[in-house]
């Protein structure tokens, strides 16, 4: 059954229904106020060149870790407070994880997107939590979900009184450390009536496929994006740094940062041809 399709707003960015696609994009977690800073002006310049709407991502704790010895963060004050800087010097909204009904409460003070991380997509009360903060909020599809059950965890946000709701697609599991991404499922989740979102990194993550942490192939990050552009998602998320290799989380899926306007450049002419043949 479809459900009338909606938008969302996300601090004047609109999202759905035929609006510009959105680029959702930053480092993985913060790690540090100069990354931060570094990773949120140059894509605001790469964005504001190409005519792109943009929100940055940044994680404040990544409490879903292979092990428990690999990095969860600086630390949540110090964390949150980046990103109320970044938020304020380049005027961008902020997207960031919760992972607990605390959090949302918490998280809600500065950022404009709440994330429900795809291990959480079915946490009852998480996603109300999120829902009566009146904040947007993004559900990943858990890479144990079916595409079209997304709706019912949609439907728990609003019910909680909240109707600004985004599905992500980010993969699922096709055996044991691995990922595919099934693009009948951007179709499908769009029945939901909310905006779908495409996950063009984690995606490509090859769940502790590198024994102590996650794996991943970075090559398919173009492909897929393309690909998401053509079936006619809402938006791509993309998680970039300037150097992976050194990055503290998810250091084998972020795009290289000098990629990201040739990214860019090229799922946007492949949406605005989608576009000339309709929904």
Known sequence: MKTENMTVNVEGIIIGEGNPLVVIAGPCVVESRELAFKVARDAKKVTEKLGIPYIYKSSYK?????????????????ALTILSEVKKEFDLPILTDVHSEEEAKMAADVADVLQIPAFLCRQTELLEAAGRTGKVVN??????????????QADKVREAGNQNVMLTERGASFGYHNLVVDMRSLVIMKESGCPVILDATHSLQLPGGEKDRTGGQPQF???????????????????????????????????????????????????????????
């Open 139 to 152: 559900i990943k599809k858990g890479q144990f979900m079916a595409p079209e059950d997304m709706r019912l």
């Open 221 to 279: 990050i173009f492909p897929i994006a393309r690909a998401g552009a053509a079936v006619g998602v809402d938006g791509v998320f993309l998680e970039t740094h300037p150097d992976p290799s050194k990055a503290l989380s998810d250091a084998a899926t972020q795009l290289r940062f000098d990629l990201f306007e040739p990214l860019l450049t090229q799922i946007k002419k492949i949406d605005a041809a989608r576009r000339e043949f309709g929904p």
């Open 62 to 78: 990544k409490a879903n870790r292979t092990s428990g010895k690999t990095f969860m963060g600086i630390g949540v004050d110090e």
